[in-house]
């Protein structure tokens, strides 16, 4: 069992940064791909990244992001970020971090591979 928490959303300029943590409960967190999804209003949920556990920590990010946020794992903290900059008004969602076990490639951007959810946390880009 995984409990996830993200924290850190808020309001914010377009073009400015916001960093969102994602702090995990369970000692095998190390083993768990961790990924980041979005949901604006009227949109269905999206794949914004992840990172790959059990050692692995490949970083796959969503086309409309790349380049732009950064995922992170720190596993001796059970914590991922997800730093995010150059914001556009596009960027404004819910945002969610996600666990799963034994994800292989083709499904990290699948929401329905994950098994564990956070409670989301909003991100409002406007000026």
Sequence with gaps: QVHLVESGGGLVQPGGSLTLSCVASGRTFRQYTVGW???APGKEREFVGAVRGSGGNTYHYADSVKGRFTISRDNAKNTVTLQM???NPED??????AAGSSIILGMLRTDSAYAYWGQGTQVTVSS
């Design 85 to 87: 900059n150059r914001l």
């Design 92 to 97: 404004t969602a819910l945002y969610y971090c």
């Design 37 to 39: 999804f979005r949901q």
